[in-house]
């Protein structure tokens, strides 16, 4: 996870719940509603979990895009610099989704919830197939495109985790067992573990907009991250 300088995470998460969400593209709604088909409408651990596993890949397309793009034009400074900050940027985030994963697979343990259908090996496997090879094929053709269709999931993400939060008040005195979730930082109660994932995805929103040229997007709040 990053480290954040103090931000208030709980009138972040009411500003969330209030604000609407972006109102998506066609290819965007339909990759939701698949998704949706799949693993129900209902947010669960286990569709988080599927989320989470996705929400890496194109962090990683970039980076590998951005790093060739960089070696080959080493000559031109500007291009360097930019390729760079993407870079940078996308390994911060890739982690940042892992650490979500890892987090939510602490919740799961903790809870003894058992993972649904489609976190079985082969069909996990195959969603990441097909998803890695979307986020390979965009990036190549029109990377700010495939930036921004991110925004798109990351706010979308940001808020499935923060109607979750609200489904779950007993969250709020459910306190962390896990050491791998206190590795991550200080967190009082599930609730405020879960909090601090709504925020990163809209860190990642804000980013995905600010670089997929929609920054008049970027959501603002006291203490968040640099975005450039
Ligand atoms: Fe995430
Ligand atoms: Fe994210």
Known sequence: MCSHPVVDT?????????????????????FIRTMDMIT???????????????????YREWERRQYANCTKRFKDPYCVEKCKRIIQWCRIAQDNEYGHLQMIEEKTKEDHEKDAWYLSYWIRTFIIWTYMHFSKYSAYFNLPWAIFFN????????HCYASFIKEHPSWEN????????????????WADVFRRICLDERDHRNISFHYGGRAEYVEEYPGMPDIV
């Not at 129900?40 to 194109?58: D, H, N, R």
């Not at 925004?151 to 940001?158: G, L």
Request: aromatic residues 10%; hydrophobic residues 35%.
């Open 10 to 30: 709980k009138k972040e998460h009411n500003s969330t719940l209030q604000r609407p969400y972006y109102p998506y593209s066609l290819m965007a709604r339909f």
């Open 151 to 158: 925004a798109q999931f990351e706010d979308h993400a940001e």
């Open 174 to 189: 459910q306190p962390i067992q896990s050491k791998v979730v206190l590795g991550y930082g200080h967190f009082d109660n």
């Open 40 to 58: 129900g409408k209902k947010t669960t651990l286990s569709k988080l979990k599927l989320l989470e596993l996705l929400a890496s890949i194109p």
